[in-house]
């Protein structure tokens, strides 16, 4: 069904008394008198849902065409979390959704959000690690619980940066474990001058964590995020240097439940559709998901939730998305591609402490 503005649904009416005889259209007017209220207060009641949710999350728009554009994009998306969360109400579905900072996207523009490079673009295989203790695992890992896991960030809305953020945390996380101090470290220093990947324009883990492995990460106090690319501003005296032992990909869930319970947060690639953008974190994840791989998340843990297995995502879309910046995805059954391109790496210490 689509939703129409007050104004549109009087002139459809209108337009269809006048085609009627004059007793006819007195006659209609009079039974149509009920829906046009009912249009009136849905009109009232999503103009004031409209400027809520605008004033919520800062939106401003340069002229009155494209608020016009925007505001019809987010009555759709409107329509289609009513829908959605109506069937979790009845449950059939296992997932809400919310209004959140995406409403105002087309659809198109949902579908066609991506940060990452083709995988096939890969110059040289990496390192694949498989664990042999892959049956007496823990029940259930959060590494929130052992204060390794720095806040949601936010890559905002101008720069395909995703695949610094989810490499970024999972070494902000692994350097805790290791050495007991949480950093918040730089995504924009990967951003500026990790030349493998492509800045704003997508880029992979893997290739990110061999640049750290080279280089070593700055503090983001230092080097801090601005949603573009800049010229590199890498100073060696004040980065972080790493010895990481080997950097590595991941294949099977088996795999990666092991790597995050004995080892610490990986990073994953998702094939994000839009119900997965508008996602409200409450539930397990199990829905739609894009045709290829588009995004990257961290994995920062995994449980059971009424007999379903998940994993525990941190996003890089900031604390306004899912639960506080967090999800959870349906663990074993490669929900939206999660196994297919996973990567870490393994710190050992600091090189000034060997």
């Known amino acids: 069904m689509q939703i129409m503005n007050g104004t549109e649904a009087h002139l459809e009416i209108v337009e269809n008394l006048q085609s009627l005889p004059v007793r006819m259209q007195v006659m209609q007017a009079v039974l149509l008198l009920p829906a046009l209220l009912a249009f009136s207060i849905a009109s009232k009641h999503l103009d004031e849902e409209w400027d809520m949710w605008k004033s919520k999350y800062g939106k401003k728009y340069l002229t009155a065409d494209v608020e016009k554009f925007r505001r019809n994009a987010w009555e759709a998306t409107w329509q289609k979390v009513?829908?959605?969360?109506?069937?979790?109400?009845?449950?059939?579905?296992?997932?809400?959704?919310?209004?959140?900072?995406?409403?105002?996207?087309?659809?198109?523009?949902?579908?066609?959000?991506?940060?990452?490079?083709?995988?096939?673009?890969?110059?040289?295989?990496?390192?694949?690690?498989?664990?042999?203790?892959?049956?007496?695992?823990?029940?259930?890992?959060?590494?929130?619980?052992?204060?390794?896991?720095?806040?949601?960030?936010?890559q905002g809305s101008f720069c395909g940066s995703c695949w610094a953020f989810a490499t970024i945390g999972a070494i902000e996380s692994r350097y805790c474990i290791k050495h007991k101090q949480l950093l918040d470290f730089s995504e924009q220093q990967l951003v500026d001058c990790d030349s493998r990947n492509q800045a704003c324009c997508g880029g992979l883990p893997r290739y990110a964590f061999e640049y750290i492995s080279e280089h070593g990460?700055?503090?983001?106090?230092?080097?801090?995020?601005?949603?573009?690319?800049?010229?590199?501003?890498?100073?060696?005296?004040?980065?972080?240097?790493?010895?990481?032992?080997?950097f590595y990909v991941l294949p099977e869930e088996s795999n990666i439940a092991a790597a995050v319970a004995f080892e610490g947060p990986v990073t994953v690639a998702f094939a994000v559709s839009q119900d997965f953008q508008l996602y409200n974190g409450e539930g397990i994840y199990d829905g739609d998901c894009a045709e290829e791989i588009n995004h990257a998340i961290?994995?920062?843990?995994?449980?059971?939730?009424?007999?379903?297995?998940?994993?525990?995502?941190?996003?890089?879309?900031?604390?306004?998305?899912?639960?506080?910046?967090?999800?959870?995805?349906?663990?074993?059954?490669?929900?939206?591609?999660?196994?297919?391109?996973?990567?870490?790496?393994?710190?050992?210490?600091?090189?000034?402490?060997?």
């Not at 390192?127 to 590494?143: A, C, F, M, Q």
């Not at 983001?220 to 080997?246: G, L, P, R, T």
């Not at 999800?327 to 210490?349: F, H, L, P, Y």
């Open 82 to 154: 009513r829908d959605h969360n109506l069937l979790a109400d009845h449950g059939n579905k296992s997932y809400r959704l919310e209004m959140n900072h995406f409403a105002d996207l087309t659809t198109h523009e949902r579908n066609s959000r991506g940060c990452l490079m083709a995988t096939q673009s890969a110059e040289k295989p990496m390192e694949v690690n498989k664990y042999r203790n892959t049956i007496n695992l823990p029940k259930e890992v959060d590494w929130r619980k052992e204060h390794c896991v720095t806040e949601p960030k936010n």
């Open 217 to 246: 990460i700055m503090k983001k106090e230092d080097y801090k995020y601005v949603e573009h690319a800049e010229m590199c501003a890498y100073q060696e005296k004040d980065a972080i240097k790493m010895n990481i032992s080997k």
């Open 298 to 354: 961290i994995i920062v843990g995994y449980g059971t939730e009424n007999d379903e297995d998940f994993w525990i995502i941190k996003n890089s879309w900031g604390t306004e998305w899912g639960e506080n910046g967090y999800g959870k995805v349906r663990r074993n059954s490669n929900q939206c591609k999660i196994a297919e391109e996973v990567a870490t790496a393994d710190i050992m210490g600091n090189r000034e402490e060997q």
